[in-house]
């Protein structure tokens, strides 16, 4: 076990030996740890689900009006007599309850990270987006009224005058100016606590200080975390927040048993009711305590989707350097292991890295300068990136490398024509990660050198109409080219980053449709793509860039028997109504899932039919500041490791004393 340090850090998971993949190739050995053997025992009963459509995602039957399913796997798609014929001797029966359905294959978010969703969305939720939570939809605040007014309103109905409000969402450019007075005027004896939408910030009333017993003497001579700090003001961000006493002690608030629990119970019924069968986790950071909870929440019997993990590349060779970092890594992916029956693995030989900053920090690196003088950072510098690139390329590691900016663009294209010329390899799947800003150039050059997309599409509908504050409006509508990546590879893939944006691969298929932003425009409408490439985004090209296209992603006889049922049909109704299409439920493993009617949304997400407008908005933003200038010059590289570090550190500290 390794132990902890004050950045970012990885820890072992206890467990038996597991050797990985030498070659890259995975597909038998996952598949045997998904969903057991492939072949059906010869007794085994055949269900045939007739539907009122079938969308397999299979070039060479495109639909059908049944699929058959045998204990874990498909056996085919077709019509009820092909299937009942194919089925040969074994029992048939035949299962009507999705008769008047559409069934495609299961959705997958192809990266997201349970943590940060679990913690965020268990906190009382005023956000710059739409969030359909089970049981709890809750609308956008577009303004600092609209903040300021919810806020208000959350702290006057909790009955408990010593209870902690925390509450997540809240972004500058949005809502306004936020400080220790203004919470003060909201109550000066109830700690209030608001965590920026990011996730990189924090804003303290004086209470909340109190209660996390934080002085100014506490964040004072830290180096450049100190300057991170606005102590008058309670505001804390970048090092200032992850590097100084006020994470841990945030932390022990937010991260308690009881809240983690709670949050990530929500998170699977929420990912359910978004139809989501599977998910990986890019880079986690986990302590044997927090497994434990993992295993008991998200490997839970009833749990209806497969939680899955990549190394973190940045990590590791931070903490053990890169004489050992191979050997680290090995060691995490054999501690969760695949093996029958579980739902939580690590996926061999494939490993997270990183180039620029985040974007909803602006800290992306960019060829032309911001608009208002600030500059991104590199989580990773180049010549670093580089290092770790040829290590685990030349070890046959496929690589996830984050990027956001037009400069990261061409650092991660560097790296790999340099890859590739010093150590050719063939379908070496080398995925960009979020992708929001590049050239057609380098679209080109990526697609040219084998590279696969997964981005995020929600970067456009999301912040176009605010980033014009920073980058200008072209290059902050021209965010996320998909159409771009679509004529030069059809392995375009999408993800939530969650809590980045929501986790509905069904918005998210909206989003790349139509690019509409809540001030009711269409962001660079030529970088729009059609419902077909979108809905491949959620399905086969999410799992063609796991390495797992023989086993998820499409309806096809031998692969994992996982769909997700809708109520209408995507490629029937309105592009713009994509978003709104209700999801039934699911079938992991071939077991059906219903979505509990109280789990179902209720709330249809904001397309742009915002009464406020973007004059409006813009008007009401507070413009970019110190604090954005500041952490430009002097951001910590950990990033969201550190509260993903602190988080575990915290459960497993909370857990002691519960």
């Known amino acids: 076990m390794h132990s902890l340090k004050k950045t970012c850090v990885f820890f072992a998971l206890s467990g038996v030996a597991h050797v990985a993949l030498a070659d890259g190739s995975m597909n ?3 598949g045997k740890g998904l969903a057991g053997p492939v072949a059906a025992t010869a007794a085994q009963e055949v269900v045939i689900f007739p539907a009122k459509k079938v969308i397999t995602m299979e070039d060479a039957q495109k639909t059908a009006e049944a699929v058959a399913i045998s204990g874990k796997r498909f056996v085919g798609a077709g019509t009820v007599s092909q299937l009942t014929r194919l089925a040969g001797d074994r029992p048939v029966r035949i299962d009507n309850s999705l008769k008047d359905k559409i069934i495609m294959p299961g959705f997958i978010d192809q990266h997201l990270h349970p943590v940060l969703g679990a913690l965020t969305l268990a906190t009382e939720v005023i956000a710059t987006e739409d969030w359909n939570l089970p049981g709890n939809s809750i609308k956008a605040a577009y303004t600092p009224d609209e903040y ?4 208000k309103a959350a702290e006057k109905k909790m009955s408990k005058p010593n209870e902690p409000l925390v509450s997540w969402g809240y972004h500058k450019l949005w809502h306004g100016k936020m400080n220790r007075q203004i919470l003060d005027q909201i109550s000066s004896t109830r700690p209030i606590i608001i965590w920026q939408r990011s996730c990189h910030e924090v804003y303290l009333n004086t209470a909340a200080l109190k209660l996390l017993n934080i002085s100014e003497q506490d964040v004072q001579g830290k180096g450049s975390a100190s300057k991170m700090v606005n102590y008058a003001e309670g505001h804390f961000w970048e090092r200032g927040f992850m590097s100084t006493k006020v994470l841990p002690s945030f932390l022990k608030i937010v991260a308690t048993p009881e809240r983690l629990t709670f949050g990530l119970k929500q998170m699977v ?3 359910h009711a978004n139809g989501v069968t599977a998910y990986n986790e890019p880079g986690a950071v986990v302590t044997p305590e927090m497994w434990a909870l993992y295993e008991q929440i998200l490997g839970a019997k009833d749990t209806p989707m497969y939680s899955t993990f990549l190394a973190d590349g940045r990590g590791i060779v931070d903490q053990v350097g890169l004489g050992k970092a191979l050997d680290v890594v090995e060691e995490t992916v054999a501690s969760a292991p695949e093996a029958p029956g579980k739902k939580l693995m690590f ?8 180039a620029d900053g985040a974007i909803i920090s602006q800290l992306m690196q960019m060829k032309e300068p911001y608009t208002d003088g600030h500059h991104g950072e590199w989580m990773i510098n180049p010549d670093d990136l580089e290092r770790r690139a040829k290590l685990f390329w030349d070890a046959g590691y496929q690589l996830h490398i984050h990027v956001n900016g037009d400069l990261g663009a061409e650092v991660v294209l560097a790296t790999l024509e340099k890859r590739l010329q010093e150590n050719p390899r063939q379908d070496h799947r080398f995925v960009v990660v979020h992708f929001a800003n590049s050239t057609e150039t380098q679209i080109a050059r990526l697609a040219k050198n084998g590279a696969i997309f997964s981005v995020n599409p929600y970067y456009p509908v999301g912040f176009a109409d605010k980033y014009a504050d920073g980058l200008g409006k072209k290059r902050a509508d021209q965010m996320v080219r998909n159409a771009s990546v679509i004529k030069h590879t ?21 989003a790349g449709v139509n690019r509409i932003t809540p001030s009711g425009r269409t962001a660079a409408p030529e970088q729009r793509i059609s419902v077909d490439v979108a809905l491949r985004a959620i399905t086969i090209e999410a799992a063609y860039s796991w390495r797992k296209e023989d086993l998820l992603g499409s309806i096809k006889a031998g692969k994992i028997a996982n769909l997700t049922v809708l109520e209408q049909d995507p490629y029937q109704v309105d592009p713009k109504k994509l978003k709104d299409i209700p999801v039934w439920g699911t079938v992991f493993e071939g077991k059906v899932y219903p979505v509990p ?12 039919a915002v009464k406020t407008s973007l004059a409006t908005l813009h008007q009401h933003a507070a413009p970019l500041s110190e604090p954005l200038a500041s952490l430009a010059e002097n951001t910590d590289s950990c990033q969201l490791g550190a509260i993903a570090e602190g988080t575990a550190i915290a459960y497993a500290q909370n857990l002691a004393v519960h």
Do not use: C, V
């Open 490 to 510: 059809p392995h375009l893939s999408f993800h939530s980053d969650l809590p980045m944006a929501p986790s509905d691969p069904l918005y998210l298929a909206w």
């Open 347 to 354: 996926f061999p030989k494939q490993i997270k890295l990183f």
């Open 597 to 608: 009617a109280e789990n179902k949304r209720k709330l249809a997400r904001t397309d742009g």
């Open 28 to 30: 038998e050995a996952i």
């Open 269 to 271: 019924a929420y990912e």
């Open 148 to 151: 300021m007014s919810r806020l």
